[in-house]
């Protein structure tokens, strides 16, 4: 199943490049705005599964609508730390995650607004991220955590650099906007394998990011127990699994960057700079570099 | 005006008589989903409210303080946003570049309850008191002019913290984030009855052993300057908390059976208890070589970064 929240408040299955409503399965849930509906509405999707499938299958299908991000605004929204192996061989380096501000999440087709503040840098970074469908504590590093799901969806980890002074920059990630999540929260029978997942990031059409999820240190599940050893996970709660650093380059005024991830998604968005700041276009291979040489987020 | 969560789900105003007055079937009227709602809903509509909670306090028949259940005042901020390092600590270095960092807000305990210490082998657990902003409005990009009326009050907080997990070569604030590590107490006060927020005492005393003692003016970024930067970052919303900083010294360990005492002048006290299924032990009194190192990283800055220097 594929969950969409469309920009005039309908809730959405995608099926065949078009989008089925079934808003009627959720209308007993109250809410005040979208950011409390949505995780009261993923903590029920497996529980209305079968009336979901039915409406699925025989449901109207219209054209898709403009969406929102099917996670605005999340109850927690975690940064695992580097997470890739960069070529480097040897021990794992201990885990470690960050909290970002949940305020700096958009939706699809969204606008990413560079802010005014000085900074070295506007990058983006590719990441496989994990919707919490279950309030969870202590969950086993193995499959039975993915039971803990909603499911997966693509974001975009944009970071101003130069910001702050311990890294990596929450001040430099939290920007509103920094953000993009979705298009779709895409339920776990879908994706059997997240470990051996392609994600591609293009900017204006140029290839900037290229990765697999086979790269990762930790996985999925070892992510979900160290996250909820530490935090009660709660359903919206969004884990973003890391990024690949031979990749990532500069974001700048004018730009339209996508990203891919099999199984889950594109996730495109614009992005806009009223300083009209420049900087070389193409991956940045200084900052790859240092992050091969350091092995470090 | 002091406002206080008791008794479960219970919101009430404090009256000056030690007195707790109920208000939430005065909240009912905007549909809250839960506890989490009613403080963002009376700090949105506390103008309209304002007269009826005036009547309630005037009525009187609270209930004793010392016969109601407290708990932390917020009971779900969407965000708890804490600054790192903003107290100059004695020593006489330039201003450091502003940083900050998130803590969960699923780790909340307040007045009366148990700070648990997970089984993760941390090199020690610290206290952290604090004073806290709790935010009046929706607000993006505050000018200085109208930066302290985006206040809605002040509440003292502690910042538990677990030191050395994580990765060594960075430092991690993950240890900031365990279920209950986030103490809010005793109730927020109104920002009318805080005139001056950078002339406030905060103390921590552990089993009835002084810590942490310092005074806000210490602080290095004021308050309205941490409105201002912080709202150019992100959107904040009512309810949500910032938390000014600590001055790491007097800092010390929690360790099972402590009873921790938070005060801010102005606001109040609340306690803390600490719970460690391990016992792990430390050495009690103020861990000097803690505040020895702030000092020392204060002077070689950690990360030192080409350009944006921010303030």
Redesign the interface.
């Known amino acids: 199943m594929r969950l969409v929240l469309t920009a005039d408040n309908r809730l959405g299955m995608l099926r065949e490049g078009g989008v089925v409503d079934v808003s009627s399965v959720f209308d007993d849930i109250r809410y005040r705005a979208a950011a409390d509906r949505m995780p009261r509405v993923m903590a029920e999707l497996e529980n209305r599964r079968s009336r979901l499938e039915a409406l699925l299958e025989r449901g109207e299908l219209e054209a898709l609508p403009a969406l929102l991000s099917p996670a605005p605004r999340p109850p927690k929204l975690i940064a695992a730390s580097g997470n890739f192996l960069e070529g480097g061989i040897g021990e794992r380096k201990p885990q470690d995650m960050f909290l970002q501000s949940p305020d700096s999440v958009i939706g699809p087709g969204s606008e990413v607004v560079l802010p005014h503040h000085d900074v070295t840098i506007f990058e983006h970074e590719a990441e496989l991220a994990m919707v919490i469908g279950k309030r969870s504590k202590d969950l086993p590093a193995d499959e039975r955590a993915l039971d803990a799901l909603a499911g997966y969806t693509c974001a975009m980890d944009i970071a101003g650099h130069g910001l702050g002074r311990i890294g990596p920059s929450r001040i430099g990630k939290s920007f509103d906007t920094f953000t993009p999540l979705g298009p779709a929260i895409v339920t776990t029978d879908e994706v059997p394998d997240p470990q051996d997942l392609r994600i591609a990031l293009t900017v204006s059409g140029e290839i900037r990011q290229e990765s697999t999820t086979r790269d990762m240190e930790y996985t999925i599940v070892e992510l979900l127990a160290f996250a909820s050893s530490y935090m009660t996970l709660v359903p919206g709660d969004v884990i973003m699994c890391g990024t690949q650093y031979r990749g990532p380059g500069a974001l700048q005024h004018g730009d339209q960057a996508e990203m891919t991830i099999e199984r889950v998604g594109t996730l495109a968005v614009s992005v806009s700079d009223a300083r009209r700041r420049e900087w070389p276009r193409g991956i940045d291979q200084d900052v790859s570099a240092r992050q091969r040489a350091a092995g470090t987020a | 005006m002091r406002i206080v969560m008791f008794n479960q789900d219970r919101m009430g105003v404090v009256s000056n008589d030690d007195t707790v007055v109920d208000i939430t079937d005065l909240l009912a009227r905007y549909?809250p989903?839960g506890p989490e709602?009613l403080l963002p809903d009376l700090i949105s509509h506390f103008d309209d409210l304002r007269s009826n909670l005036d009547e309630r306090l005037t009525a009187g028949n609270g209930i004793p303080l010392a016969d109601v259940q407290l708990h932390s005042p917020l009971v779900r901020p969407?965000?708890i946003?804490c600054l790192?390092g903003n107290y100059r600590e004695g020593t006489d270095r330039p201003l450091?570049?502003?940083?900050?960092?998130?803590?969960?807000?699923?780790?909340i305990s307040g007045d009366g309850d148990t700070v648990v210490l997970?089984p993760?082998q941390a090199d020690i657990f610290h206290h952290e008191a604090e004073i806290a902003v709790v935010i009046g409005r929706e607000a993006?990009d505050l000018g200085t002019s109208e930066a302290m009326d985006a206040v809605f009050g002040y509440v003292a907080f502690n910042d538990v913290s677990a030191r050395g997990?994580?990765?060594?070569?960075?430092?991690?604030?993950?240890?900031k984030?365990?279920?209950t590590f986030a103490a809010f107490g005793p109730w927020i006060v109104t920002r009318d009855e805080i005139p001056d927020p950078q002339a406030l005492q905060v103390t921590v005393d552990v089993n009835g052993e002084r810590r942490q003692d310092y005074e806000t003016s210490d602080m290095e970024r004021p308050v309205e300057e941490l409105l201002t930067y912080i709202s150019?970052?992100?959107?904040l919303?009512p309810g949500d908390v910032i938390c000014c900083g600590t001055n790491h010294q007097g800092l010390g360990s929690m360790q099972d059976g402590d009873a921790v005492v938070t005060t801010v002048s102005g606001i109040g006290s609340f306690t803390i208890h600490v719970k460690d299924d391990h016992a792990r032990s430390w050495q009690r009194g103020v861990d000097t070589a803690a505040g020895e190192r702030v000092k020392a990283a204060a002077r070689h800055?950690?990360?030192?970064?080409?350009?944006?220097?921010?303030s």
């Open positions: 549909n989903l709602d969407s965000k946003i790192m450091q570049v502003l940083d900050l960092f998130f803590k969960s807000p699923e780790g997970p993760h993006k997990l994580g990765r060594s070569d960075i430092n991690s604030f993950l240890g984030s365990f279920d150019s970052v992100t959107t919303h800055p950690v990360g030192a970064r080409n350009g944006g220097a921010t």
